[in-house]
């Protein structure tokens, strides 16, 4: 299977934007979701796993989702911050040999 | 705190090996599965391998399957991957991940960079 992104989304500060990953065959529910984070020059950060958890030291305004209808996972950032400027990548799974990642979206904070 | 240190990236030749190892610290290693992710200039992320906290599974993506190894030595804190028979399509910054489980990734390391280039 694939996990689809949009290639960019960009908002202002303060603002909340979304960004979706949609599964390409078997359901987005069967198997959990996790997001990263990777500014420019950085290696990846997570922030949030399973569908909807986020780990100690990220802030709330981060918050993930899925749903079944459209088959997609969501990450929400709220309040945006300039700080939040970065690549963001889906991940998932069917089997364990089988670990997908999304092509990334490049959120920019205008 | 996690701390993932990688090392032994370089400039190889086509159809030659190269061995990368991650030495881990702040956390109990031989707890965790440990993965490899592998990022290509200006490209996204692809998996690359994992293998189990005690070192008797591992798993590979399709597209090293028979050329790369992935083990790991407890008593060393350390996991290795071991890349044979390398490509072009090989070239890419190697991350070593902790493992949230066998299919999820959780912290990362700052990453090694290979270059596959006659």
């Known amino acids: 299977f694939m996990l689809t992104q949009p290639h960019s989304v960009s908002e202002s500060p303060g603002k909340t934007v979304t960004i979706t990953c949609t599964r390409s065959s078997g359901s987005i529910a069967d198997n959990y979701v996790q997001w990263y984070q990777q500014r420019p020059g950085s290696s990846p950060t997570s922030v949030i796993f399973e569908d909807s958890e986020r780990p100690s030291g990220v802030p709330d305004r981060f918050s993930g989702s899925i749903d079944t209808s459209s088959n997609s996972a969501s990450l929400t950032i709220s309040g945006l911050r300039t700080e939040d400027e970065a690549d963001y990548y889906c991940q998932s799974y069917d089997t364990v040999n089988h670990v997908v990642f999304g092509g990334g979206t490049k959120l920019t904070v205008l | 705190q996690v701390h993932l240190v990688e090392s032994g990236g370089g400039v190889v030749q086509p159809g030659r090996s190269l061995r990368l190892s991650c030495a881990a610290s702040?956390?109990?290693?031989?707890?965790?599965?440990m993965h490899w992710v592998r990022q290509s200039p200006g490209k996204g992320l692809e998996w690359v391998a994992v293998i189990s906290y005690e070192g008797r599974d591992d798993y590979y993506a399709d597209s090293v399957k028979g050329r790369f190894v992935i083990s790991r030595d407890n008593s060393k804190n350390t996991v290795y991957l071991q890349m044979n028979s390398l490509r072009p399509e090989d070239t890419a910054m190697y991350y070593c991940v902790k493992g949230l489980s066998m299919v999820q990734a959780d912290s990362w390391g700052q990453g090694t960079l290979v270059t596959v280039s006659s």
């Open positions: 702040g956390f109990t290693f031989s707890s965790f599965a």
